[in-house]
């Protein structure tokens, strides 16, 4: 009994001790070794090997990152022994860099297991340095519903690797404690910035100030054009606009002579104004009366060649330079200050100050370019000669409550030296202008006209058009204020109206003078503002025109009515170049304000353009936009 109770005793402590289960000898490695890195346009094949599983059970695969949702994926979540899956990283994400972690199990034994640790790279190297920003648009009040005109401009220090490391600001937009059209000027206190494969990227700008942007936070994309500039477009919730963002290559005090203009809304009136003219910085921190000249287009009315004198700040830290201006015979506001962003030796973007209250001048933006040694010699009518191209967007005058970008001009011309328009073309269209019998007015046609030049030599010219053919009914014969740069730079043209007030309008814009043999094909960024009876639409985007096909085809972000959208695809048609550089269009997009939409290009040689929708009486639709051919970011990169 003894033995047999000592047996039974055994026999219970080994069922509660069982023996451990045999050692695993499964193994699992990658063969070969994966890179520490790769870009994030590319793919990456990854093969596990799992040793002394006689199951052949094969790998269990899994890709995690910080970024959760955005971590990329693989081909195969499960492979057999010695089969590849593939790993494709995301499409986008925050700043330059982002680790991956792609991890194999045996199947057999999970608890054997393979870590590749990569690092993806963007292409946020092709930036680094200050680069300075100018957009225009319009900015909402999200607790009013209130929309007002916007503008931005600004410096930005971009560290070459996604990050954003200071800035400065100055911003024209509807205040949402104030409720009120303000300006807000404000250090940027860091960000990021992202740049993809295909050239589009994404800014993120923090600022302190709580009602810029959302909480403080501006997000812009962009298309990268080469190192030295982009062309941009604002993707808030609360702000939308399309400009340029450049290279700061210069921050030392502007001298001499300066073509400008400006465009925005007069603070008294709440009306559209637009103003331009030549200042001349001729002592330093001195803008003197001799020399300067300056026009007003305060919505439809006209005051033509006033004086101007003022002063100006040494530039700080980030090449700001704040100018003071008085201008006696304007109407309403006669003293403006404005803050402006020095790009280069030449270049300068202003963007109104004064109205830190919302009881100031006005909220009006635009740019400056140096007159530098010619300044002072525009004598004679032989001063403007050549073949310019322009584009103006506007505001159509007809009706008010009046809005943004509702009037689109471009143009090309010969100016003969002798105070004769030759060869001109023109595509205007004017959204809410009823005076042809149709809601909106187009005007295309060939025009000829005359001009005169300041025989002071500012650099001042006024130009009227005519003899439009076909004629439009009723007449129409604008007149226009052109600002010359000399050395190479193009004129700043300024919208005077038309004199017989059928047709009224404002803007600002730029006149390049045309290459010998406009072309159109190849890679492009370009950007677009779009207004139709109930919102505003700005974008930027890149496109390829294929002079195979005569087809384009890409991809667009943009912000209609506040709602940003982006990766959009974008298409469309072009007819061969004709000589003048004119040609007819199409361009299309889920995302566009009217789509497909008829559109005129005018080429200014084969690097850049301006584009206008010429379908106004059937869309409701006007569109302006800027083309200007693109370096990839990388080789082999669309």
Not at 165 to 180: A, C, I, K, L, W
Request: aromatic letters at 10%; a negative charge; one cysteine or more.
């Amino acid at each position: 009994m003894i033995s047999a109770l000592a047996g039974c005793g055994r026999g219970t402590a080994d069922l509660q001790n069982p023996p451990p289960p045999p050692v695993s000898n499964v193994s699992i490695a990658f063969q070969p070794a994966p890179p520490a890195s790769i870009f994030i346009n590319t793919t990456l094949s990854l093969t596990a090997v799992v040793s002394q599983d006689s199951s052949n059970a094969g790998a269990d695969w899994v890709v995690s990152c910080a970024n959760t949702g955005n971590c990329g994926s693989l081909s195969a979540l499960h492979t057999d022994s010695g089969k590849a899956t593939t790993y494709t990283p995301p499409s986008a994400f925050s700043g330059n860099s982002q680790a991956v972690n792609i991890v194999a199990y045996a199947t057999a034994d999970h608890t054997q297991s393979v870590l590749a640790k990569v690092n993806l790279s963007a292409f946020g190297s092709n930036l680094k340095g200050a680069y300075v920003l100018q957009l225009q648009g319009m900015s909402l009040d999200p607790s009013s519903g209130i929309t007002t005109v916007y503008q931005f401009a600004g410096v930005i220090v971009m560290d070459g690797n996604g990050g954003i490391t200071s800035g400065e600001q100055t911003v024209n937009f509807n205040d949402p404690t104030m409720h009120t059209l303000l300006t807000k000027s404000d250090p940027i206190t860091g960000g990021s910035y992202f740049l993809g494969p295909d050239g589009r990227g994404t800014i993120t700008l923090n600022t302190q100030d709580q009602d810029v942007g959302t909480s403080g936070k501006e997000t812009f994309s962009f298309v990268f054009v080469s190192s030295s500039q982009a062309l941009i477009a604002q993707t808030d919730t609360v702000a939308s606009g399309s400009g340029t963002m450049d290279s700061q290559t210069s921050t030392a005090a502007p001298s001499g002579g300066y073509a400008f203009v400006v465009s925005g809304s007069d603070i008294a009136t709440a009306s559209p104004v637009a103003f331009g003219g030549i200042l001349n910085i001729d002592s330093p921190k001195t803008i003197s009366g001799k020399n300067s000249v300056t026009d007003q287009n305060l919505a439809g009315t006209i005051t033509t060649f006033q004086s101007l004198s003022g002063s100006l700040s040494d530039p700080d830290s980030f090449g700001a330079v704040t100018l003071n201006m008085t201008v006696p015979g304007f109407t309403n506001a006669t003293t403006f200050q404005f803050t402006g962003y020095i790009v280069d030796t030449t270049h300068i973007e202003l963007i109104e100050s004064d109205n830190s209250s919302g009881t100031g001048s006005g909220a009006t933006a635009g740019i400056a370019i140096g007159q530098g040694a010619a300044t002072g010699t525009f004598t004679s009518k032989a001063a403007f000669s050549g073949t310019y191209v322009f584009g103006i967007p506007g505001e159509d005058l007809t009706s008010s409550p009046f809005a943004p970008d509702s009037m689109t001009s471009a143009a090309l011309f010969t100016a003969d030296g002798a105070g004769n328009l030759t060869s001109g073309f023109m595509d205007r269209s004017l959204q809410a202008n009823s005076v042809q019998g149709t809601t909106g007015a187009q005007i295309s046609s060939q025009f000829t006209g005359v001009y005169g030049v300041d025989v002071r030599g500012t650099g001042r010219v006024l130009a009227v058009l005519s003899n439009f053919v076909p004629l439009p009914v009723p007449k129409f014969r604008p007149r226009l204020f052109f600002y010359l740069a000399g050395n190479g730079n193009p004129p700043l043209v300024l919208d005077g109206g038309d004199l017989d007030l059928n047709y009224p309008s404002l803007g600002a814009g730029i006149a390049y003078p045309q290459g010998a043999a406009p072309t159109f094909g190849g890679k492009y960024g370009f950007n677009f503002m779009q207004q139709n009876t109930s919102s505003e639409n700005g974008g930027t985007g890149q496109m390829t025109a294929d002079t195979t096909t005569n087809s384009v085809s890409g991809s667009v972000d943009t912000n209609s009515g506040f709602n940003p959208t982006f990766g959009n695809a974008v298409s469309g048609t072009f007819v061969s170049p004709l000589s003048n550089g004119r040609f007819p269009g199409s361009l299309a997009s889920l995302v566009f304000e009217s789509s497909p939409f008829a559109n005129e290009y005018y080429a200014i040689d084969a690097s850049h353009g301006f584009f206008v929708e010429t379908d106004v009486t059937s869309s409701g639709v006007v569109s302006f936009g800027y083309y200007t051919a693109r370096t990839p970011v990388c080789t082999g990169c669309p």
